[in-house]
């Protein structure tokens, strides 16, 4: 019924930029926040930057001042953009929405697949 896709992950050099973007399809009654994890290998996934309906933010300590987060809800997409990355952002990024899917009741969370970030120094 609902599913999130990501896209926008690649291969670039540090100091460089790459902007994702997920868009959430599907029967859906509402988004309520959306956010962006990130596992690297050997480490636990970690939440990057989240941005809840009302636009309020927040970002891990790591990215503030470098990744920005937005939504656009008309889209039901939800974008990071990030700039001066480093070799220690290589990642799995992953998008999740907690929404409420048309026939339930309550919301819930949904994943994505998840997109890689690789940063080369």
């Known amino acids: 019924q609902v599913q999130l896709v990501e896209s926008g992950g690649g291969l670039v050099q540090a100091g460089g930029s790459l902007r994702l973007s997920c868009a959430a399809s599907?029967?859906?009654?509402?988004?309520?926040?959306m956010g962006w994890y990130r596992q690297a290998p050997g480490k636990q996934r970690e939440l990057v930057a989240a941005?809840?309906?009302?636009?309020?933010?927040n970002y891990a300590d790591s990215v503030k001042g470098r990744f920005t987060i937005s939504r656009d809800n008309a889209k039901n997409t939800v974008y990071l953009q990030m700039t001066s990355l480093k070799p220690e952002d290589t990642a799995v990024y992953y998008c999740?929405?907690?929404?409420?899917?048309?026939?339930?009741?309550?919301?819930?969370?949904?994943w994505g697949q998840g997109t890689q970030v690789t940063v080369s120094s």
């Open positions: 999740n929405a907690n929404l409420q899917a048309r026939g339930y009741y309550y919301g819930d969370s949904y």
């Open positions: 599907g029967s859906i009654v509402s988004i309520k926040d």
């Open positions: 941005i809840t309906s009302g636009g309020t933010t």
